[in-house]
């Protein structure tokens, strides 16, 4: 059986663009979640600190994982994102261990 793939996604939004950035997170909740390979993908907001956001993924594989990243609603979601972040977002993969 092949591991699924987990994802933690950092985005940080500049103190005044959250609202903005916000909405352009809510618009790849969907398309992604109908994505051949999606599993879960959820995006939280940080109770104490309302720039950082974070989304939640299992993929069913790289593979999966790999055209999500180069899907046209991403794509576009992250140039919309340059001039609302305070860094590049932090994309991380990971196995499930225990």
Do not use: C
Not at 2 to 22: F, G, S, W, Y
Not at 59 to 65: C, G, R, T, V, Y
Not at 72 to 90: G, N, R, T, Y
């Amino acid at each position: 059986m092949t591991q699924t793939i987990r994802v933690v996604a950092h985005v940080t939004a500049l103190p005044d663009k959250v609202e903005e950035i916000k909405a352009v997170l809510l618009e790849l909740i969907e398309p992604t979640r109908q994505e051949a390979g999606a599993i879960k993908y959820e995006l939280l907001q940080n109770q104490n600190d309302p720039t950082d956001f974070t989304f939640v993924e299992e993929w069913a594989s790289n593979d999966a994982l790999d055209t999500h990243l180069n899907s046209a609603h991403l794509q576009a979601a992250a140039a919309k994102l340059q001039s609302l972040v305070a860094a590049p977002p932090d994309i991380r993969r990971y196995y499930l261990v225990a």
